[in-house]
């Protein structure tokens, strides 16, 4: 970037920043939704939900079914 533009956009710096910083929140969300790790420790901690019967069957399937298909890398499942 040249001098002459440098200056000429540095009103859009805070902008640039902003964006900066919001396309990284996105990056980590989204590693940390497709984490193995992570999706593991939430099939766990759903089990154990539905074993003390704090689940119906109808929702546990369905969680289920969504964190096993995140799991496998099929990225097409919508959140709910």
């Not at 040249?2 to 919001?22: D, E, N």
């Not at 790790?37 to 079914?65: C, K, M, P, W």
């Amino acid at each position: 970037m040249g001098l002459l533009s440098g200056i000429l956009t540095l009103p859009f710096a805070p902008v640039r920043g902003v964006v900066w910083v919001a396309d990284q929140m996105a990056q980590a969300a989204d590693r940390e939704l497709h984490d193995p790790a992570v999706i593991r420790s939430r099939l766990a901690a759903l089990n154990q939900e539905y074993e003390e019967g704090h689940l119906s069957t109808e929702a546990f399937e369905r969680e289920e079914d969504r964190l096993l298909d995140l799991l496998h890398g099929r990225r097409s499942v919508v959140c709910q």
